[in-house]
């Protein structure tokens, strides 16, 4: 029986969302032994069985767990208390279910990636492009695909040039717009502004969130879809489009808080085969791994199509977007997770060269040595 060790948690404003994605995927994975991780939010990482459990994180007691660390090259975790070594567990993949930063980034995949353990997302550079809505963005429109016109500032050069650049909103982006953190998730952070009065306001609190910030154009009365892709075998797995019901945008609270009764809303072939090939397109172009999910906007007045954005570990992994039994999704994960593992350590990492000797023998001649 193969170890997963489950990750979630760390150092996000979406935390309790990782935690709830945790929970799902360990109550429907099956056939593995599961080693749940939680990255604590000032980020440690423990293990503890009773992290399967849900009422084990409303009076969290971390006594009650493991700690957790890495030997590099070796593909294992250490489990100590005290900095006694209880056990050390050779791990055959690490599945993913971080959001936000610390884990959906790129940083928690450098580790694995370190540690030579096996993981379930994208790699170091896709994930931490995706999280990235600026990159994102370039990206995709030097790929040819539509996404909302913005404007992109850092903390510094709002500082410095704050008159010019709300200048350049109202005159480029104009208002409504969309103000949001450059790289967060979960609709945390961001405001719709309807005039030049509240924008100084709204991007000082979009700077509570990132130092970075994009300011997008608001598509007037726009659909908003999402898509699911994944990788299976060398082919790409797209999920039903479904579309949002939503107010102006769609909040934390209505994605996460609020139980409302779902219904699917009716979409075109057209439309649903148009939605499919551009995430499937919008994948492929960032380079993705593991499950994505792809946000879209549609002005029908218009008739054009913009790619929002793409989550690369979304709320759930996105599960109920497919009709596959969800147990059936996370092995096909594992098991791409573990071929793409397999083939990269096909790869030749090591050059033999001279240039050593050859630095020495020179050194031996120069008046100034190093010391």
Excluded: W
């Excluded at 930063?101 to 379930?120: A, N, R, V």
């Excluded at 992109?152 to 200048?167: A, D, H, L, P, R």
């Amino acid at each position: 029986m193969k170890n997963i060790a489950v990750f979630f948690g760390g150092k996000s404003v979406e935390h309790d969302i990782s935690i709830i994605t945790a929970l799902q995927v360990m109550q429907n994975l099956k056939n593995y032994k599961i080693f749940p991780i939680y990255m604590t939010a000032n980020g440690k990482f423990l293990y503890g069985e009773k992290l399967k459990f849900a009422k084990s994180y409303l009076s969290f007691n971390e006594k009650k767990c493991l700690n957790v660390t890495f030997e590099l090259g070796k593909g294992e975790i250490i489990l100590y208390k005290n900095k006694t070594i209880k056990k050390r567990i050779k791990i055959d993949c690490a599945l993913l279910c971080n959001h936000g930063h610390g884990g959906e980034d790129g940083t928690l995949q450098g580790l694995l990636e370190l540690s030579q353990i096996p993981y379930t997302s994208s790699s170091v550079v896709s994930s931490s492009i995706v999280m990235d809505k600026v990159l994102t963005k370039v990206i995709l429109k030097s790929s040819s695909i539509n996404t909302p016109a913005y404007v992109q500032f850092n903390k510094c050069e709002y500082k410095e040039n704050k008159i010019s650049i709300i200048n350049k909103i109202s005159k480029s982006i104009k208002f409504p717009c969309i103000i949001k953190p450059a790289r967060l998730g979960s609709s945390v952070g961001i405001n719709i502004c309807e005039n030049q009065k509240d924008i100084e306001s709204m991007i000082e609190n979009a700077f509570i969130y990132d130092d970075k910030v994009l300011v997008e154009k608001y598509i007037n009365k726009a659909r908003e879809f999402c898509v699911a892709v994944f990788k299976s075998s060398g082919n790409y797995m797209t999920s039903k489009a479904i579309e949002i019901s939503k107010g102006k945008f769609y909040t934390f609270d209505q994605k996460y808080i609020e139980n409302k009764d779902y219904q699917e809303k009716e979409i075109s072939k057209k439309l649903e085969v148009s939605l499919k090939k551009l995430a499937e397109k919008s994948y492929k172009c960032l380079d993705c791994f593991g499950i994505v999910r792809v946000d879209f906007l549609y002005d029908e007045k218009e008739d054009i199509l913009y790619v929002n954005e793409l989550n690369n570990i979304p709320g759930s992994l996105s599960c109920n977007l497919f009709d596959s039994p969800f147990n059936d999704i996370l092995t096909t994960i594992i098991e791409e997770g573990v071929d793409r593992f397999n083939q990269s350590n096909k790869i030749l990492y090591k050059f033999n060269s001279e240039a050593i000797q050859k630095f020495i023998d020179m050194s031996d001649h120069l008046k100034y040595k190093f010391r």
